[in-house]
């Protein structure tokens, strides 16, 4: 696997945040949900909007733009006007750095 060091821990001290990542060239949200930290593309499929932008709760990610939500856990599209999933990727945590599968 080609892990790469996306960002540190403490960049996500509390439960239910997210913040934009830029990794190459990929735009990535960094997600931090009941204790675990999660990565997946930071557009939403259905329309141009940073999911960095919008409202995590219970593991599901809200587009700021329409209100589409995908669970940040498997990419799935959990309501309408999304349709296609967004894609995640493998995520770990050695010491207080965080590093991704981009090929994953």
């Known amino acids: 696997m080609n892990w790469i060091r996306i960002a540190s821990t403490d960049q996500l001290t ?43 709760e219970d593991g ?8 589409a939500k995908f669970d940040i856990r498997t990419g799935q599209a959990m309501c309408a006007p999304a349709t296609s999933d967004i894609r995640v990727y493998p995520v770990k945590v050695e010491g207080q750095d965080i590093y991704a599968n981009l090929q994953g």
């Open 14 to 56: 509390e439960d239910d945040e997210v913040i934009p990542v830029a990794a190459g060239e990929k735009q990535l949200a960094l997600y931090r949900s009941e204790g675990e930290f999660y990565a997946s593309d930071n557009v939403c499929t259905h329309a141009y909007a940073l999911l960095s932008d919008g409202y995590l």
């Open 60 to 67: 599901c990610i809200e587009c700021p733009l329409h209100q």
